[in-house]
């Protein structure tokens, strides 16, 4: 695709249901990053992969978050459990490679926990 | 974990005035970017700044990486209203873009016409 594409746009879920948020990068993008962003704040990191190896995911809030990306290319980010506290917009960028300092961000998923 | 400040946090300013918001960390980055994000939209690329001291112009925007590669900051000469939204920087740490990028809370810009 043309950009980085996210889905589902908008999530709402019962507090305690499992979610998978879904990221397809760029095309021949080596590097994807998952971010949460609240209302009117900056990104803040939760994990990254390159290629299907996972290089950092100390930004997980806790192990009921986890991410994976099988192939190096879609990745999917999963949220068990889930609580209020979960509630907000979780970004997906990806980027040409590892020392490609250009992250193009996708549209995220609106996550709504009730 | 590499923080980065930014200042102000919001600013409202008159079209045609001049204005100046800061990036300022303790940690050392091997290249800091500069992005901006409108509502409901992604954060976009402005410009990545590589080298202690580079400058970088951008029509009306003018970047500086600091000496020390701790921070950076981003002016702008006579601000219009288009210039509205939410300014991030990020860094990327000493590991190059091994690393995650680390992005600051946003300097919220409302240029007023």
């Known amino acids: 695709g043309a950009g980085v594409s996210q889905s589902p746009r908008y999530k709402v879920t019962k507090r305690g249901q499992d979610v998978a948020l879904r990221c397809d990068p760029i095309s021949g993008h080596v590097s994807l990053y998952w971010y949460r962003q609240a209302l009117g704040q900056g990104p803040e990191f939760l994990t990254y992969?390159?290629?299907?190896?996972?290089?950092?995911k100390s930004g997980l809030p806790n192990d009921r978050f986890s991410a994976e990306r099988p192939e190096g290319s879609i990745s999917t980010l999963t949220i068990q459990r889930t609580e209020q506290r979960d509630s907000a917009m979780y970004r997906c960028a990806s980027s040409l490679g590892p020392f490609e300092w250009e992250a193009f961000f996708g549209q995220g998923t609106r996550l709504t926990v009730v | 974990t590499q923080l980065l400040e930014q200042s102000p946090q919001f600013l409202s300013i008159q079209e045609g005035e001049n204005l100046t918001v800061y990036c300022n960390s303790s940690?050392?980055?091997?290249?800091l970017q500069w992005y901006r994000q409108e509502p409901g939209e992604g954060p976009v690329l402005l410009v990545t700044v590589v080298t202690g001291g580079e400058v970088k112009k951008l029509k009306r925007l003018t970047f500086q990486f600091g000496d020390a590669r701790k921070d950076s900051s981003l002016h702008i000469t006579a601000a219009q209203p288009g210039d509205t939204g939410l300014y991030l920087c990020?860094?990327?740490?000493?590991?190059?873009?091994?690393?995650?990028?680390?992005f600051g809370k946003g300097t919220h810009l409302i240029i007023q016409p």
């Open positions: 992969f390159n290629y299907e190896a996972q290089q950092d």
């Open positions: 940690s050392v980055f091997s290249s």
């Open positions: 990020a860094g990327a740490g000493s590991g190059g873009g091994a690393d995650g990028l680390t």
